[in-house]
C-alpha cells in the first residue's frame, strides 16, 4: 500500500511530458503568389506546435488546390514543401494544407495562387495549297492547359483587316476551324491565341506560329463585251459574250443578269452570248458572272440606249358623252410622221384591236366605256401611248322613292329611311332629296341612295321626293311625291266598369277600354287573369275607346280584368287592372232571408206564449191576499203617484175581480230604417180572468186610474 501513491505519481509526470497544441497552420507560395508561366513554384506548410517537452513528433502535411488533393509527405519536422518545376496556368488556383499530429488535426487558411500567362499555342492547317471557293480548315492547340479554354483564329490579308472566329472548348485544350477562300484571296496567313478566364479576369496567351496558305484560281475573271458598242440606238441588235479562262472543265456555270434578272446562263462552256433589238428598257448595268463549287467572278458593263421616237399620244374628241353620240380618237407622235399604227382598248383578256390606222371615228353605246391605247412601231419598236378613259353615258330614268321598311309610314320617334332608285343610266348617279321644298341631302351612288330623316314629327305633313342626274346632257328626272303617314303609338290605356266593383248575378256589366293617344285602327283586347290570362274580349276601331257589353254575369266572372291596346306602332299598352266581384241577386237575398226569419219569428211568437201563461199563474193567488188591505187604505188615503213612477191601483169596486196589474216594456223597431235608440213606455194592463179562462187585457193611461 505504501508503493502506490508514487507509481500515480510517475504516471501523470509522464503524460504531462508528452503534451502538445497546435497554434497555427499557415501556407505560402514561392517566389510569390502571382507566379508567370514556365517559372518555379514552391507551396509551403508550416506548423507553428507549442509542447510540454521535447520530443519527436510524426507531421502527416496534404496540400489541396480547389479542394482537390495534390500532395502528402509524413514528416517530423514543422513543414514541408510541395515543388513545381514550371507553373502552368492550370496551377491557378486555391490552396490549403492541413497537419495531422498525435490525433490531432489543424488546417491553414486558403490561398489563391495566380500562374499569368499561358503556354503558347500551336496551329497547323489541313492544306497547304487551295483553290479559290475551297476552305481551309484549322487546328490550334494549347498543350498543358486545362479546360475551359476560349480560342481565337485569324484569317490575315495584304492590305485588309483580319477577320477572326471564336471557339469556346468546355473540355478540349484545342480548337478546329474552317475559313472559306473567297475571290480576290491570293496568299494567306493564319494564327491562333487561347484565352481562359481567371477570377473575373481573362488571361491571354501569345500569338501562335503563322501558318501560310497559297490559293491557285479555278478560273480566271470573266470578261464581257458589248457589240456594236455600249451606246447604241432604239432598233439597233445588241450583242453581249462573256467569256473566262478555267483551269478545270467541270461543274462551271456562266450566268448574265440585269437588274438581277438573269438573261441567259451555260454550263460547262467558256463562252456565254446574248442578242436582242434595243429598247429604251435595255439601258442599264449588265453582270456576267461565272462560279464553280464555291469560288465566283463577276465583271459589270453599263450599257446606254438612245431613244429612237417617242412614246405616241392618243386623244380624244370627247372623254364624256352620250351614247349614240360619235367619238374620234388620233394618235401621233410628236416630230416624227412615219411609223406604223394602231387604235386598241384595253381588256383584262388582252387589248383587242380596232383600227391599224392613225385615227378611229365610231358611233358609241354604254358598252363602249373602257380605256383606250394607240400603238406606233418603227423598225421593229413598238411603243404604247398613255391609255385614255371614254365614259359613255345613258340617260337616267325617273327616279322612284319609297320607304325602305315597305310601307309608306312611320312610327312617331322612330326614324324614317328613304330609298331613291333609278331603272336605267349610267353611274355615277347623284341624287338629292328633299322634304318639302327643302333639299336635305345630295349623294353620288351607282343605281340607287338611301336618306334617313331622324327628325318627323306627329303634325309633318310635308311630302318627300327626290330627283337624278349623272353626265348625261338630258338633265334632271324627278320622282312622284311620296306622302308618309306618322303612326302615333298608344298612350295610357285604361279600363273601367258600370257596375263598378260588385255586380249583381244575372245582371248585365259594360267594360270601357280607351286610350289617351294613338293612331287609328287600334286592337283592342280584354283579359281576366286567371291560371294563365284568358281573352275574353278583341276588337279593332277607328276609335280611341270601345265598350263591350257582358250580357249576364256569372259567379265565375269574378276576377281582375285588364285591356291591353296595340296599332301599328307594334307596342302593346296594358292598362291597370279592376277587380269585379258578381254578388247575390236582390230576390235571391229576399227569399233567403225569408226562409231564415219566418222559423225564428215564430219560434219567438210561441216562446212569448208561454211565457205569460206561466207569469200569471204564478201571481193569482197572492193578488187575491192583498186585496183587503188595498181596499182598506184607499179609503183613507189619496193617490199622490206619479204617472211615471211605475206603480199601479186598484178601486173597492175591483176588490171582488181577480185583477192583477204588471209594467211592461215597450220598443218601436222600423225595419225600413237603421236601429234607434229604445224607448220605454209604462202603462197599466189589468188582466181578467173570465169563467173560461181567457185573458182579457186592457191598457189604460193613468189618468184614467186617478180618476175612477
Known amino acids: 500500500m505504501n508503493r502506490r501513491p508514487p507509481a500515480k505519481a510517475s504516471s501523470e509526470l509522464y503524460t504531462q511530458d508528452r503534451v502538445f497544441t497546435f497554434n497555427t497552420v499557415e501556407i505560402n507560395v514561392q517566389p510569390s503568389v502571382k507566379v508567370k508561366?514556365?517559372?518555379?513554384?514552391?507551396?509551403?506548410?508550416?506548423?507553428?506546435?507549442?509542447?510540454?517537452?521535447?520530443?519527436?513528433?510524426?507531421?502527416?502535411?496534404?496540400?489541396?488546390?480547389?479542394?482537390?488533393?495534390?500532395?502528402?509527405?509524413?514528416?517530423?519536422?514543422?513543414d514541408a514543401r510541395y515543388e513545381v518545376p514550371m507553373a502552368r496556368s492550370s496551377d491557378t488556383g486555391e490552396y490549403e494544407c492541413t497537419v495531422e499530429a498525435g490525433g490531432k488535426t489543424k488546417s491553414s487558411n486558403s490561398l489563391h495562387v495566380w500562374v499569368t500567362g499561358m503556354t503558347k499555342p500551336i496551329l497547323t492547317a489541313e492544306k497547304k495549297e487551295v483553290l479559290e471557293g475551297e476552305v481551309v480548315k484549322l487546328r490550334c492547340e494549347l498543350p498543358e492547359e486545362v479546360p475551359?479554354?476560349?480560342?481565337?483564329?485569324?484569317?490575315?490579308?495584304?492590305?485588309s483587316t483580319p477577320k477572326e472566329k471564336y471557339v469556346f472548348e468546355a473540355y478540349k485544350n484545342y480548337s478546329e476551324v474552317e475559313f472559306s477562300v473567297e475571290e480576290g484571296d491570293n496568299i494567306l496567313q493564319f494564327d491562333c491565341f487561347g484565352k481562359r478566364h481567371v477570377q473575373r479576369e481573362f488571361d491571354s496567351s501569345e500569338h501562335s506560329n503563322k501558318t501560310l496558305v497559297t490559293v491557285r484560281e479555278p478560273f480566271i475573271k470573266p470578261t464581257l463585251s458589248v457589240k456594236p458598242s455600249r451606246n447604241i440606238t432604239e432598233g439597233d441588235r445588241i450583242q453581249l459574250e462573256c467569256s473566262t479562262v478555267v483551269a478545270r472543265m467541270r461543274d462551271i456555270e456562266i450566268i448574265?443578269?440585269?437588274?438581277?434578272?438573269?438573261?441567259?446562263?451555260?454550263?460547262?462552256?467558256?463562252?456565254?452570248?446574248?442578242?436582242?433589238?434595243?429598247?429604251?428598257?435595255?439601258?442599264?448595268?449588265?453582270?456576267?458572272?461565272?462560279?464553280?463549287?464555291?469560288?465566283?467572278?463577276?465583271?459589270?458593263?453599263?450599257?446606254?440606249?438612245?431613244?429612237?421616237?417617242?412614246?405616241?399620244?392618243?386623244?380624244?374628241?370627247?372623254?364624256?358623252?352620250?351614247?349614240?353620240?360619235?367619238?374620234?380618237?388620233?394618235?401621233?407622235?410628236?416630230g416624227f410622221q412615219k411609223a406604223n399604227f394602231s387604235v386598241l382598248r384595253r381588256n383584262s383578256n388582252g387589248d383587242v384591236l380596232l383600227e391599224t390606222s392613225r385615227s378611229l371615228t365610231m358611233r358609241v353605246s354604254v358598252n363602249d366605256t373602257g380605256s383606250y391605247i394607240c400603238k406606233a412601231e418603227v423598225k421593229g419598236i413598238v411603243k404604247e401611248s398613255k391609255p385614255v378613259r371614254i365614259n359613255v353615258y345613258a340617260p337616267v330614268s325617273k327616279p322612284t322613292l319609297s320607304v325602305v321598311s315597305g310601307l309608306p309610314e312611320v312610327v312617331l320617334g322612330k326614324p324614317l329611311q328613304l330609298i331613291c332608285r333609278s331603272a336605267r343610266g349610267t353611274p355615277p348617279i347623284t341624287f338629292k332629296f328633299y322634304k318639302g321644298n327643302v333639299m336635305k341631302e345630295t349623294v353620288t351612288n351607282d343605281t340607287y341612295a338611301t336618306f334617313l330623316d331622324e327628325n318627323v314629327g306627329q303634325n309633318d305633313k310635308k311630302g318627300y321626293k327626290c330627283d337624278a342626274r349623272n353626265n348625261h346632257s338630258s338633265g334632271v328626272k324627278t320622282s312622284n311625291i311620296l306622302n308618309v303617314t306618322v303612326v302615333v303609338p298608344i298612350r295610357n290605356a285604361s279600363l273601367g266598369s258600370i257596375p263598378y266593383g260588385e255586380v249583381e248575378e244575372g245582371s248585365e256589366t259594360a267594360f270601357l277600354c280607351s286610350v289617351k293617344e294613338g293612331s287609328w285602327p287600334i286592337h283592342f283586347r280584354i283579359f281576366r287573369k286567371a291560371d294563365r290570362d284568358v281573352l275574353v274580349f278583341e276588337q279593332s276601331e277607328h276609335a280611341d275607346r270601345v265598350m263591350w257589353r257582358k250580357g249576364t254575369m256569372s259567379r265565375q266572372d269574378t276576377g281582375t280584368y285588364y285591356c291591353m291596346a296595340s296599332n301599328r306602332a307594334n307596342v302593346d299598352v296594358k292598362s291597370h287592372p279592376i277587380t269585379i266581384s258578381v254578388i247575390l241577386a236582390s230576390w235571391q237575398k229576399g227569399v233567403i232571408v225569408a226562409f231564415v226569419l219566418i222559423p225564428i219569428a215564430g219560434a219567438v211568437t210561441l216562446a212569448l206564449w208561454w211565457f205569460l201563461c206561466k207569469k200569471k199563474k204564478a201571481k193569482g193567488p197572492s193578488m187575491e191576499m192583498s186585496g183587503p188591505s188595498l181596499a182598506t187604505n184607499s179609503t183613507s188615503e189619496k193617490l199622490t203617484?206619479?204617472?211615471?213612477?211605475?206603480?199601479?191601483?186598484?178601486?173597492?169596486?175591483?176588490?171582488?175581480?181577480?185583477?192583477?196589474?204588471?209594467?211592461?216594456?215597450?220598443?218601436?223597431?222600423?225595419?225600413?230604417?237603421?236601429?234607434?235608440?229604445?224607448?220605454?213606455?209604462?202603462?197599466?194592463?189589468?188582466?181578467?180572468?173570465?169563467?173560461?179562462?181567457?185573458?182579457?187585457?186592457?191598457?189604460?193611461?193613468?189618468?184614467a186610474v186617478e180618476n175612477p
Open 256 to 334: 448574265l443578269q440585269k437588274n438581277k434578272t438573269i438573261l441567259n446562263s451555260v454550263r460547262d462552256e467558256k463562252v456565254l452570248k446574248y442578242s436582242a433589238v434595243a429598247t429604251l428598257e435595255d439601258s442599264g448595268e449588265y453582270l456576267c458572272k461565272v462560279e464553280q463549287g464555291r469560288a465566283s467572278k463577276s465583271t459589270k458593263v453599263n450599257v446606254v440606249v438612245s431613244e429612237l421616237f417617242p412614246k405616241p399620244t392618243l386623244a380624244a374628241s370627247m372623254n364624256k358623252l352620250d351614247e349614240n353620240r360619235e367619238l374620234t380618237l388620233s394618235c401621233s407622235i410628236s
Open 148 to 159: 475551359p479554354l476560349y480560342f481565337y483564329f485569324r484569317k490575315i490579308k495584304m492590305n
Open 37 to 78: 508561366n514556365g517559372a518555379p513554384m514552391s507551396v509551403v506548410c508550416h506548423a507553428d506546435i507549442s509542447k510540454s517537452a521535447d520530443f519527436q513528433l510524426k507531421h502527416n502535411f496534404t496540400i489541396f488546390k480547389d479542394g482537390k488533393l495534390v500532395f502528402m509527405t509524413v514528416s517530423d519536422k514543422d
Open 641 to 703: 203617484r206619479q204617472h211615471n213612477d211605475g206603480d199601479y191601483y186598484s178601486g173597492p169596486d175591483l176588490e171582488s175581480a181577480e185583477v192583477e196589474y204588471t209594467e211592461v216594456e215597450v220598443s218601436t223597431l222600423d225595419p225600413h230604417k237603421a236601429p234607434v235608440q229604445k224607448g220605454t213606455e209604462t202603462v197599466y194592463s189589468e188582466i181578467r180572468k173570465a169563467n173560461n179562462g181567457c185573458v182579457i187585457a186592457r191598457w189604460e193611461s193613468i189618468n
